[in-house]
């Protein structure tokens, strides 16, 4: 049975800032039912060593980068899949987001703290007692993970094989040089054909640099960020690996994720019982303080709120939507400014506009049910989770044309409405214009009932469920280590 660590810093419901987590959480139970032994490794942030089942001690750790020592923690999750845990208290013990202090700067000490995760991964393959699990491939998720191929190919062999995902490339965690010794890292790998980058430490580049294989999590975003409009300074490298670096869809975890079954919403519904999500739009709409009216299309973002994700071009085009009797609900958090400037609007238009900020699971549910258009305005966006739900939910997206939103979302064009494919709008300049005229198109179908009903259907019964995804995953994997066992020429 093939053995793979999972090297991620979140994973729901134990700790989740953004999509890495429900990937994290829904991936390795879909990989367990292709009969591979997947285990995951997240640093012992308090909610992770709370939230663990069955916990025990499963082995000291000492020598940790920046020089302490703690414990390694096994547990699994509800869902049976084997979690460990580093339990380092100088480093994970604090309260609330895993990145950030209270004050919203980046803890100082986090090239320490994720060094740590991918040092204590490596050290994974390193053992030599038969009684502890040895995985065959390591497989790191976004620049919290990137040093981890890096310590293995500094290892020497029999060493386990390597692969790394970028979520999201625009986080790159870039640290200063002068940290080399404290994260164990030989001075000869401070070189470009190594972690330097831009003069400094790059996680994520060395993760790149050092993977035997690389991912990202759909095809139009693995073509996007080898060009320098979305590279983010990386686009070099993944350019010249072009043959190593694969797109592969996230999936949904249905399980969740589903208007039939969903304990969140007011009323349940599916394809056949659409009727029954209108309950749960005027549930939305009195929630908010909106005008509780059937009639009025109800758009909602449920997003961090950044200028990546579009917000502000949400923000301009939003005298339009109202101009043509749209409403608003807003779930998120993130950049002050924003957030104020939604808040601003709310209370300038407290019948048409709602604004709620903060994190809240169930409130994203049932703004996925309630709302009848989903927007996800982003200037880039590697995979997108929310426009996969609301395809589920039959709240039709609206999306801008980039990375997974265009591997996911069938724009509404005359011909892809006649041919019935349709699934949802997208717009391609990041431009309050562009945006504009995608929801003038969504707000005129919405009230072609029977058109907005054809498009609604064909959205829910859109398959992004994770098991293809778990299968080009194996794939990769048992080529890679097939590869590597196969005697050398
Ligand atoms: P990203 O990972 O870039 O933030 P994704 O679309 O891949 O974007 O994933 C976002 C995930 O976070 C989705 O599961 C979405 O429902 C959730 N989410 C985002 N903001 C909030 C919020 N304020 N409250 C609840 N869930 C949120």
């Known amino acids: 049975m093939m053995r793979v660590l999972f090297v991620t810093s979140e994973c ?15 991936l390795p139970p879909a990989l367990a039912q292709l009969g591979i032994d997947v285990r995951v490794l997240l640093p012992g942030y308090p909610a992770v060593l709370d939230g663990l089942e069955g916990r025990r001690t499963a082995r000291p750790l000492s020598d940790l980068p920046g020089g302490g020592s703690g414990r390694l923690i096994a547990g699994h999750l509800a869902n049976g899949v084997p979690v460990y845990a580093i339990d380092q208290p100088e480093l994970f013990d604090r309260p609330g987001n895993p990145y950030l202090a209270p004050g919203g700067a980046d ?3 986090n090239p320490l703290r994720f060094g740590t995760l991918g040092w204590v991964a490596a050290g994974f393959a390193q053992t030599t007692s038969s009684h502890q699990w040895r995985p065959d491939l390591l497989h790191g998720h976004d620049w919290q993970a990137g040093l981890m191929p890096a310590y293995v190919a500094f290892q020497g062999s029999p060493r386990p094989a390597t692969v790394m995902t970028i979520h999201n490339i625009a ?22 054909d190594g972690i330097e980058y831009y003069g400094g430490i790059g996680f994520l580049k060395a993760g790149l640099y050092y993977a035997d294989r690389l991912t990202t999590v759909s095809p139009t975003y693995a073509r996007e960020v080898q060009s320098a409009d979305y590279g983010c300074g990386l686009e070099g490298l993944l350019a010249s690996r072009t043959d190593q670096f694969d797109g592969i869809l996230n999936g949904v975890d249905y399980g969740i994720w589903n208007p039939a079954t969903d304990p969140h919403l007011i009323r349940p519904y599916d394809p056949d019982r659409l009727d029954a999500k209108i309950a749960n739009k005027v549930a939305l709409q009195a929630g908010f303080g909106l005008a509780p009216d059937p009639d ?17 071009l ?14 608003l609900v807003v779930l998120g958090t993130g950049d002050k400014s924003l957030e104020a400037a939604l808040l601003r609007v709310a209370g300038s238009h407290p019948r048409a506009v709602g604004v709620h900020i903060g994190y809240d699971e169930a409130l994203a549910h049932r703004i996925q049910a309630g709302a009848d258009v989903l927007m996800v305005p982003s200037r880039a966006e590697p ?28 724009d509404a064009t005359p011909a ?7 699934t949802g709008f997208a717009f391609d300049d990041p431009t309050p214009g562009a945006l504009v005229w995608a929801i003038r198109r969504a707000i005129d179908l919405f009230h072609q009932r029977d058109r907005w009903q054809t498009i609604q259907r064909r959205a829910m019964t859109r398959d992004f469920g994770w098991d293809a995804s778990a299968r080009a995953y194996a794939g990769l994997y048992q080529r890679l280590i097939s590869g590597r066992q196969a005697p050398s020429p």
Do not use: M, N
């Open 416 to 422: 892809a409405l006649a041919d019935g494919c349709a």
């Open 296 to 312: 009025a299309p109800l758009f909602a973002l449920v997003s961090r709120l950044t200028w990546h994700k579009g917000a502000d």
């Open 107 to 109: 803890w100082t000490d």
């Open 171 to 192: 986080y790159q965690g870039q640290f200063p040089p002068d940290l080399l010794p404290a994260l164990h890292l030989p001075a000869h790998s401070f070189q470009v």
């Open 314 to 327: 949400l923000l301009a085009a939003l005298p339009a939507l109202l101009a043509r009797g749209g409403q």
């Open 383 to 410: 995979c997108g989770l929310t426009q996969l739900y609301a395809l589920r939910y039959g709240t039709v997206p609206l999306v801008r044309r980039t990375g997974g939103l265009e591997d996911t979302v069938i």
């Open 12 to 26: 729901f419901p134990l700790v989740k800032t953004g999509g890495l987590a429900d990937v994290s959480a829904a």
